[in-house]
């Protein structure tokens, strides 16, 4: 049961963040700043406390809080973010969760992102992506190992982080897209393989026993229903304008 959330405002200056999505439309910061406000109205629905912080001007991605830890009931481990302009968010989130947690480091030369880490119960799949690096898996894995955990590393092929394609809905299920349907490392769990159309909506988020997704999927949407899940949508037009989506904008613990 999660009972916390932390979350960053985004700033005025968030469309210079990293971004792969080009769009023929901007980015709007009113509607990202309403889209967000609902997030986490929606988060506080779900039973978390949010802590919520202001934006860090010299890092547009900042609200991207995820990227910056990963915490469990026992520890939050401060990540190293693996992209140049993101690097040093982490410093600021570091005295924030030590007022809930123990708190252990990455250490360059490894990197991580909190986007390639997948918790499923006390197993971790640890994405090898762009943003985290082998060494920065192996420092993670032994800090998660240290608690009682177990992990893996998972090649993340395309798409940004792991939990881009990859997240855990709860009832022993998966939500992946057709890219990791056969993957042996996932074998052991219930899978439900997304359209190609609609692979953005991997990107869900659970907590407690809501389900929050992407508005617009409605093919996902459907397999998901049928499964009982309680689903809230959610827009995210102007995250994932910025590469981002539902996971992004909280640590929850
Ligand atoms: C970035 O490229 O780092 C940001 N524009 C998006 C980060 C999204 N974070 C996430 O998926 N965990």
Not at 96 to 121: N, S, W, Y
Not at 170 to 194: C, M, P, Q, R
Request: aromatic fraction near 8%; glycine fraction near 8%; charge should be negative.
């Amino acid at each position: 049961m999660f009972t916390h959330a932390i979350a960053r405002r985004p700033g005025k200056n968030f469309a210079q963040g990293l971004t792969t999505s080009f769009n023929a439309k901007p980015p709007q910061y009113d509607l990202l700043c309403k889209q967000h406000e609902t997030y986490l109205e929606t988060i506080k629905s779900c039973g978390l406390e949010v802590t919520l912080l202001d934006p860090l001007p010299d890092y547009p991605d900042a609200y991207f809080v995820e990227d910056t830890a990963v915490v469990t009931p026992d520890v939050a481990v401060i990540t190293n973010p693996g992209a140049k302009a993101r690097n040093g968010e982490e410093d600021f989130m570091a005295p924030v969760l030590a007022g809930f947690r123990k708190t252990e480091h990455i250490l360059a030369p490894g990197t991580v992102d909190g986007g390639d880490v997948l918790q499923v119960g006390n197993h971790f799949f640890i994405g090898l992506s762009e943003r985290t690096n082998k060494e920065g898996a192996a420092q993670l894995g032994r800090i998660l190992e240290s608690y009682g955990n177990t992990w893996a590393a998972v090649e993340v092929g395309a798409g940004l982080h792991f939990k881009s394609s990859v997240n855990y809905v709860g009832k022993n299920t998966l939500l992946v897209t057709a890219d990791f349907a056969e993957h042996a490392a996932l074998s052991k769990y219930n899978k439900i393989v997304l359209e190609k159309a609609e692979a953005y909506a991997a990107n869900t988020l659970l907590v407690n026993e809501h389900l929050l997704m992407p508005v617009g999927y409605p093919d996902t949407r459907k397999q998901l229903k049928v499964l009982g899940f309680d689903i809230i949508e959610l827009e995210t037009s102007e995250v994932r304008k910025m590469d981002g989506g539902l996971t992004c904008m909280s640590i929850r613990f």
